[in-house]
């Protein structure tokens, strides 16, 4: 059979893979490999992928996706059906159903860059500097107007690179991205400052349209990684858009980025609305 794109469709808590010969379905710990010989309906509707197998492989006889991503979803249909029609012997070959359940891994903490763990140690003092004026004790105020005037700046960078270099692109991807399969081919160096850089993947995939792209991802990572396979999801509507699998820790300082830009932004009206108070009052 010609090689098709493998895909892989992302749903609530079950993951479809589809490779040259067979679609593994991935549910938690539990794997099948069904061969497209097994398959005998696919449809897309409502949100739902339903993919019909014979034989015993699940009690239902059908595996069953939710997604919000029609534009993925579609796609992965397509390509299913097409794969389908290219069967030797439409009808006959492999039918069954192999099922693997993997042993319990135990969850490894992300690792917080050097700017979120900034950030971490900044908090406290935050929290005791707005405890310390809400019990009146009026003369730290101008000390602590000061502080978040230094550290305002900061916090709205942080806000932004948060935004724009992770959250923003995360939820584009989850919304329309297509995952396929693809390698990290090497890490670009990018320097941020005098002694302070980060490491970009550089990804090398396959869109659906046949096109192999090799793309540098926008944000980087304070280490750098491993090459070798790997998931790559890209923006169909932007192919450079990409994101793989790999980022755990990414994702984790674009959240804690935000965050505390979001905290910082609104520690920052507290004491600067009781500072004008107090000259007001005065």
Known sequence: ????????????????????????????????????????????????????????????????????????????????????TRLPVPGQGPTHVVRETAGRRLPRLPRLSAGAKIALGIVPYLAFSVVAVNTGAEAGIGDLVGFIMAYGPAGWLMLYFGWTEVVRDALILRRRGITVSGRIRDYEWRRAGEDSGEWHPVYEFRTLEGQCLVVTQTAGHAHKGTRGPVDVTYDPLSPTRVRGLRDKRLTVRGIVLTFFGVLSVLLMIIPLWLFISALLAA
Not at 53 to 81: E, H, K, M, P, Y
């Open 1 to 84: 059979m010609r090689r098709i794109p493998e895909m892989v469709l992302r749903g609530r808590g079950i993951v479809f893979r589809l490779e040259t010969y067979v679609v593994r379905v991935v549910r938690g710990r539990t794997t099948w490999t069904v061969p497209l010989a097994a398959i005998d309906r696919v449809e897309y509707a409502g949100g739902r992928v339903l993919l019909e197998v014979s034989g015993d492989a699940t009690q239902d006889g059908a595996f069953t996706l939710i997604t919000r991503n029609a534009t993925a979803a579609d796609a992965f249909v397509q390509q299913l059906r097409t794969a389908l």
